[in-house]
């Protein structure tokens, strides 16, 4: 069947991918997400560096709060080892502008400048300075850079829990989260299937393997943002009624590109609702 005439007569499955549920977002739009690298040499010294970030306040930067744009910056330098013992000096940026990257990524260009009255008597970091140039990528990583854009620190998106959870699985990340979400177990059949058409079809040829390398980076990105919803079991829900016995159905009829395609067609649309 070829992928594109499958894609244009199903309206049915165009339906459902339109129709994917829109995020719901806990009332607390201050709650914040952290950035962190940990553990690093400067200058002989072992340092963390702790961002705090209210996503609303970059990508709905044009209405967002003044709250929602303050950046809380954490410096945590470890004075013993044996101890354990640290310091910690804690400052604050306001965002003052926010540019989304033009190849419609989550990605965001941020400035901000030095907040003196908020930080009080602490001063900025010699590695931050007082004006900041960060690229950030949501739930993903957040770069600081020099004048000439490179890269001067950077720092990984956390969650509460492991980051390594078997939700995780490779490519096959949706549907794991899926079935386990239902309580099904790790070699139920669509999960079996799903990674059959990952390895023996989708990894076969290069458009294949080029969806493989995206799904790999989008999808703990996707993960950790859902986590955040507070309607994530009516999405995975839905997910698993609409994404994932469709696309068993149609790999166990043979069609594998028509499920390959319908699969990344519902990822694009996700990304675009809840990554965006």
Known sequence: MNRR???????????????????????????SSTYALRNVTDK????SYVFKVIHNGITGFATAK???????????????????????????????QVTKNSNGSSTYRIEAKFNEKVSGDSKPADALGKSLLIDCTTFSVLNILKKNNEVSLSLKYETGGSTSS???????????????????????DELQTLRWLRDNYMANYAEGRNLLKAYR??????????????????????LHDHLVQPSVVLVKAGHYQAATDYYAAFVKEMMSKYLA
């Open 166 to 188: 078997g939700d995780d699985d490779d490519v096959c990340f949706l549907t794991t989260a899926c079935v386990h979400h239902k309580g099904m177990a790790d070699d139920c």
């Open 44 to 47: 002989n010294k072992t340092v």
């Open 5 to 31: 005439i499958f894609l244009q007569r199903s309206s049915m499955a165009l339906a459902s991918i339109a129709a994917i549920p829109l995020a719901v977002r806990s009332n607390n739009q201050q709650s």
């Open 66 to 96: 003044p709250a929602e744009k303050l950046l809380e910056v954490q410096v945590i330098t470890l004075l013993d080892k044996t101890t354990g013992a640290t310091k910690t000096v804690t400052v604050f940026y306001d965002i003052t």
């Open 217 to 238: 980076t989008e999808g703990p990105r996707m993960l950790k943002a859902m986590r955040e919803f507070d309607n994530r079991p009516e999405i995975l829900d839905y």
